[in-house]
């Protein structure tokens, strides 16, 4: 059973920084391909960063220069640093993995940026 439990979320002023991190069970993090999303109100879900099994990343242009994906393959765990934080980053935060064919999602953690 493939599970994805986000954390880390919260409230921050603009300028400030917080780490998510997305703690998986059911798939090995190494040899996988996860990514980052975000939606906020009213808006279409969005990829923020993604990673690669080859360590390969990718940016959403919004966020390139300030977040910073990576993985502890160890704790079978991949990160969103997110640095520079600014009001518009304010959305619900959720991992991705596709494994095997499914697509899994985890349940989500709040970023709320204040200006």
């Known amino acids: 059973q493939v599970q994805l439990v986000e954390s880390g979320g919260g409230l921050v002023q603009a300028g400030g920084s917080l780490r998510l991190s997305c703690a998986a069970s059911?798939?090995?993090?190494?040899?996988?391909?996860m990514g980052w999303y975000r939606q906020a109100p009213g808006k279409q879900r969005e990829l923020v960063a993604s990673?690669?099994?080859?360590?390969?990343?990718v940016y959403a242009d919004s966020v390139k220069g300030r977040f910073s994906i990576s993985r502890n393959n160890a704790k079978n765990t991949v990160y969103l640093q997110m640095n520079n934080l600014k009001p518009e980053d304010t959305a619900v935060y959720s991992c991705?993995?596709?494994?095997?064919?499914?697509?899994?999602w985890g349940q989500g953690t709040q970023v709320t940026v204040s200006s």
């Open positions: 991705h993995v596709r494994w095997w064919g499914a697509d899994y």
């Open positions: 990673i690669t099994r080859d360590s390969n990343t």
């Open positions: 059911g798939i090995i993090v190494s040899i996988s391909a």
